[in-house]
């Protein structure tokens, strides 16, 4: 038997001691709630309680309350020794919360003992309970718990006593990283007593309660729909299974990932005529889990680099620190959405190629057979000790240091090299890194195999032919295209040491378009206005196709769809357009699909090349008849964006009539401006992406003045001191009563502000976090009498400096760890001039 149940607490944070409990709610799927005070509440929480006559809770178990209460179970302690034949789960909706949990037990050791070390989180709180027998261990996604409850059999009457286990499910996956309110906004319903107290508020919801405690009950029992909240997510994912002609599902699951996997999965299923057992058997080893452990398998180095699936360009593509001027803040409109819709996808698996050639060998032998989007490679080169010196900023490098456990590989100690930690972060991943003259393991697609072609000055691609090496590569060749599964195909491959049998697979692979399923979404998400429930749902799902593709989680029955070879193209094609958008725009950064830049100093070239165009960099635009590249007004006249007029001019200098309203000017100058740009790009670069008008811009505003702290923390100011807009990631927020929401530090100003006086800053700031699982166990595991528990309240110094080396590009990866041990240095000595110092210093890395 199975009692659903959606549970709440309320508490007071307590800095680096214990949380102190308040209260807590509990909520079955009929609409019975109950409101409790928890026992262990401060003496004047429980002196008011007794006062105004609200319960209690007096068993060990809170839900044990529930049961007699709403149920009227008889409840209890099970006796030792005695076998109970019959359980009671009780299924207990959250939202990410490990107090949920810990509160509803009065003793805090009970917590600790029977639930908290079988907890597990990524993503998600959820349970990870191994239980061994005489066959053999297996995980429960249950706990037993040391309760009973008595109640009669359904079948023939009789009392018997039935042992309670504790299920989590928590919900906090379901629409992606978001906050409840949204989570029940975005599937229509109102959290009404929400906004009922302020941030700070909050913090005292003991005096909250003692203040007004009917407002403050109102306040928590309006903090539990989540029963419905899951329901109502699982019918809009059926309203896309519809749309998109899946089957419906009674439980979609607890992750956006998992869901839009079963949902694409479901659709390959359909297209190919199969079920998920034979794609699973087909498809499984395309993804970058099976092309890492194909790695591991044949010791392979290389191809755990050709395994990963790079994310997008985020480069200072500028050496400088403001830019006055009249900016527009563009971005790829749709990225990965209009990326997914001009993507083939192809269901098997992909030629793995590991022996190490140079390009020119490579493309002789595999370039008739390279069909656009269906393959990705690995490429190097080293041209810092070449006679014909060049510098590129197109491809960008990974960087080695996370490979330092490789030899465990070899051995097969593979958590050693392949572990993946609580918080989800993959331990032998890589980041990337802008390197200029020594490329290491960057990725080829398509889209950059052409820009190298077209941009490269004839003597630089012969270079390259001649001795950048591609180390590894995936191909899904044209001839072993088919048009059905093949015998072959059905059979499967698995992870074999018979490895010769594993290369030797069958190859054989069915081309699918993306374009329809997309196409669909994004028309469906165009009738529903911006911000409202089903656009937001919709947009999260679109993402989500790419990032279930592009992940290595989703090479499972059911839900097999990663690939690294169509992730790797889709990331790289949106590189490759912010590159192009950069060295057309002269843009000052790029952040993965958009920057900033002059709309009155574009560049138009006489003549490219790869060097010419990474010493955009530096401004370095060359003089007299070596001059390559001139600046120019992107609309073929000045924009003033000073002016209030400045609208209804540009229409007027475009022979088009304003409309009264200028918002709709701006907007109708707006989309100009994006098309503009983009036909501003198709002129300089011959590549697919803009023949084949693969993409479009949107402006997301107009500014005046850029102040760059890093390559992703910026301040942009708007027109006639209007307001501005800030980015600094890390800096935690502030509570904005006025406004009801958190804005960004105040100290982030002054960090912009020593940038533009060039006065070098520290910034402290003291703040709370929660203490999570995985910190948690390490502090437990050094320290057996460590008294916090996850999510209790811990202090963490940040400090920021004005001045950062962090988005330095540099000539090779040799370079980079020296500015990072430079850098290192200069921040234990807490000194912000020492700081600015390295920065100076990276500089001049990249001009050598």
Not at 52 to 67: C, N, R, S, V
Not at 383 to 412: A, P, R
Not at 541 to 547: A, E, K, L
Request: charged share 25%; aromatic share 10%.
């Amino acid at each position: 038997m199975k009692i659903f149940l959606t549970t709440d607490s309320e508490f007071v944070p307590k800095l680096d001691i214990p949380t102190e409990p308040l209260s807590i709610t509990i909520e079955d799927e009929q609409g019975n709630a109950r409101f409790y005070i928890h026992p262990n509440a401060s003496k004047d929480v429980l002196k008011h309680t007794k006062k105004i006559g609200d319960k209690i809770f007096k068993h060990d178990f809170a839900i044990l309350d529930f049961l007699e209460d709403v149920y009227g179970f008889k409840v209890g302690k099970k006796l030792e020794g005695v076998n109970y034949k019959n359980y009671v789960t009780l299924v207990i909706l959250i939202f990410f919360s490990f107090k949920d949990i810990e509160f509803l037990f009065k003793n805090t050791k009970d917590y600790e003992k029977l639930v908290l070390p079988k907890l597990s989180r990524t993503r998600r709180i959820s349970v990870q309970n191994i239980i061994n027998n005489s066959k053999g261990g297996f995980c429960s996604d249950s706990i037993g718990l040391p309760y009973i409850a008595t109640l009669p059999d359904k079948n023939n009457g009789r009392m018997r006593n039935y042992k309670i286990s504790f299920k989590i499910v928590d919900i906090c996956a379901m629409q992606g990283n978001d906050n409840l309110k949204n989570y029940a906004n975005n599937v229509g319903i109102e959290m009404l007593t929400k906004d009922e107290y302020t941030s700070d508020e909050k913090k005292r919801m003991d005096l909250r309660y003692i203040e007004n405690s009917n407002k403050y009950k109102a306040y928590c029992m309006g903090d539990t729909p989540l029963i419905k909240v899951k329901r109502e997510t699982d019918n809009f994912y059926n309203h896309i299974a519809e749309l998109i002609g899946v089957e419906k599902q009674i439980s979609w699951g607890m992750s956006t990932g998992k869901i839009v996997a079963r949902l694409l999965n479901d659709w390959f299923c359909n297209i190919l005529k199969i079920d998920s057992k034979t794609l699973y058997k087909i498809h499984n080893l395309a993804g970058s889990e099976g092309i890492t452990n194909i790695s591991k398998l044949i010791k392979e180095k290389a191809l755990i680099y050709g395994a990963m699936v790079d994310g997008g360009r985020t480069v200072r593509e500028r050496d400088l620190d403001i830019l006055v001027g009249n900016l527009i803040d563009i971005d790829i409109s749709g990225c990965y959405g209009n990326g997914l819709k001009n993507q083939l996808y192809a269901i098997g698996i992909p030629s793995i190629i590991t022996e190490p050639m140079i390009v020119e060998d490579w493309l002789n032998k595999y370039e008739k057979e390279l069909i656009p989007g269906l393959w990705c490679a690995r490429i190097s080169w080293d041209n810092s000790k070449s006679k014909f010196k060049f510098k590129q900023d197109l491809l960008i490098s990974k960087t080695e240091e996370k490979f330092s456990f490789w030899n465990y590989v070899i051995q097969g100690f593979d958590n050693q090299g392949f572990e993946i930690d609580d918080d989800g972060k993959k331990v032998y991943d890589a980041s990337m890194c802008t390197t200029t003259s020594v490329i290491h393991y960057a990725t080829l697609t398509h889209d950059s195999l052409q820009i190298l072609k077209t941009v490269a000055s004839n003597q630089e691609w012969g270079w390259i032919k001649k001795n950048a090496v591609i180390n590894c590569s995936l191909i899904y060749k044209k001839s072993d295209e088919v048009s059905t599964p093949t015998d072959e195909m059905l059979e499967g491959a698995t992870l074999s040491k018979d490895t010769d049998t594993l290369i030797k697979a069958s190859k054989n692979w069915i081309r699918i378009e993306l374009k329809g399923l997309i196409t669909t979404l994004l028309l469906e998400r165009k009738k529903h206005p911006k911000k409202t429930p089903m656009n937001t749902f919709l947009k999260l799902i679109i993402n989500t196709i790419y990032g279930t593709i592009a992940s290595e989680f989703f090479s499972i029955e059911n839900a097999c769809v990663s690939s690294v070879v169509i992730g790797n193209n889709i990331t790289a094609r949106a590189r490759c357009l912010a590159w192009c958008m950069a060295k057309g725009f002269h843009s000052v950064m790029s952040i993965t699909d958009g920057g900033v830049f002059d709309v009155n100093n574009v560049l138009f070239y006489k003549k490219k090349s790869l060097n010419l165009l990474e010493g955009l960099h530096r401004d370095k635009l060359s003089e007299g008849k070596n001059r390559f590249c001139y600046k120019k007004p992107l609309m073929g006249f000045e924009i003033n964006f000073n002016n209030p007029n400045c609208y209804k001019l540009m229409l007027e200098n475009l022979g088009i009539i304003p409309d009264i309203d200028d918002k709709k000017n701006k907007y109708t100058c707006l989309n100009i401006i994006d098309k503009k740009a983009w036909e501003h790009l198709s002129s300089i670069f011959d590549i697919d992406i803009f023949n084949y008008n693969q993409f479009e811009f949107e402006t997301k505003d107009i500014y005046t003045k850029l102040i760059l702290h890093s390559k992703v923390d910026y301040y942009l100011e708007k027109p006639n001191n209007s307001g501005y807009t800030i980015a600094f990631r890390g800096m935690p927020k502030v509570w904005d009563d006025s406004i009801k929401s958190k804005v960004i530090n105040p100290l982030a100003l002054d960090l912009f502000k020593a940038i533009e006086n060039n006065t070098p800053l520290k910034v402290e700031i003291d703040t709370s976090e929660l203490l999570s699982l995985s910190d948690y166990q390490i502090k437990k595991k050094s320290d057996g009498n460590y008294p916090l528990l996850p999510h209790d309240s811990v202090n963490v110094k940040k400090v920021f400096y004005s001045h950062s080396p962090k988005s330095s590009r540099v000539a090779s990866l040799s370079e980079l760890k020296k500015l990072e041990k430079h850098y290192e240095t200069a921040k234990k000595s807490e000194n912000a001039i020492e700081v600015a110092a390295v920065k100076k210093w990276g500089k001049k890395l990249s001009k050598d």
